[in-house]
């Protein structure tokens, strides 16, 4: 089977950073991606790690190990509008992704 | 910008109506997703399509079918409708296998209530 465990919510305040967990196990593997999914809208792009190691982009970093099939994603300098869910997934090929159950981001003041 | 369009926000059916779900890319991109979306499960994707006329299955594609007759557009088709197929629908659409970015671009979605 394929899975993806990520942690159901988290709770901040502004301006702190915070780290969500991605354990993943499937049947194929060329990366780990994040999405943003704010209520009620689309799923939108964070980042995609195929390699092992940290990428940044702003605020945003996504970090992957590959050997121990576990990803996060760290968000600093947290802002109110960062409330939203935040979803890893696994490119099993193809552009095929495998999506976690996503993890609720509350930000507060 | 990448635009996927999905023609319906919001559906009322009743069950055993036949549905269409209708989804639209504009940037040319080879290929097109349908995902569904519920509390709790995150996204499944149900059919995929990496070409016109061509279809894959995903992980829950009972009770589903697809039809992809030009690259621009990709149909999600509940041929019985049932109650438990009320839900979320995502439509999405990426590059083809060139380049493995990982990156889908995703439609508003469509809300699909059966009653």
């Known amino acids: 089977g394929q899975s993806l465990e990520q942690p159901s919510e988290v709770t901040a305040v502004e301006g702190a950073i915070v780290q969500i967990n991605c354990t993943y196990q499937?049947?194929?593997?060329?990366?780990l991606s994040w999405y943003q999914q704010h209520d009620g809208g689309a799923p939108t792009f964070l980042s995609y790690?195929?390699?092992?190691g940290l990428e940044e982009t702003g605020r945003f970093s996504s970090f992957l190990s590959r050997s121990d099939s576990y990803g996060y994603l760290l968000l600093q300098e947290l802002q109110m509008k960062d409330s939203a869910s935040y979803f890893c997934?696994?490119?099993?090929?193809?552009?095929?992704?495998?999506f976690g159950t996503g993890t609720r981001l509350l930000v507060s003041p | 910008d990448v635009k996927v369009t999905q023609s319906s926000r919001y559906l009322v059916k009743r069950t055993g109506e036949k549905v269409f779900l209708e989804c639209v890319q504009d940037?040319?991109?080879?290929?097109m997703f349908w995902y569904r979306q519920d509390p709790g499960l995150g996204l499944r994707l149900i059919y995929f399509?990496?070409?016109?006329?061509?279809?894959e299955k995903g992980d829950i594609p009972e009770g589903y079918s697809v039809s992809r007759e030009k690259k621009e557009r990709f149909s999600l088709i509940l041929e019985s409708a049932s109650t438990n197929q009320t839900s979320m629908y995502l439509c999405?659409?990426?590059?083809?296998?060139?380049?493995?970015?990982?990156?889908?671009?995703f439609g508003e979605g469509s809300r699909l209530t059966v009653l």
């Open positions: 999405a659409s990426s590059l083809g296998t060139s380049g493995p970015t990982g990156e889908l671009f």
């Open positions: 499937t049947s194929g593997f060329y990366g």
């Open positions: 790690n195929a390699l092992d």
């Open positions: 997934a696994v490119n099993t090929g193809f552009q095929k992704l495998v």
């Open positions: 940037m040319d991109h080879e290929n």
């Open positions: 399509s990496y070409d016109v006329k061509m279809k």
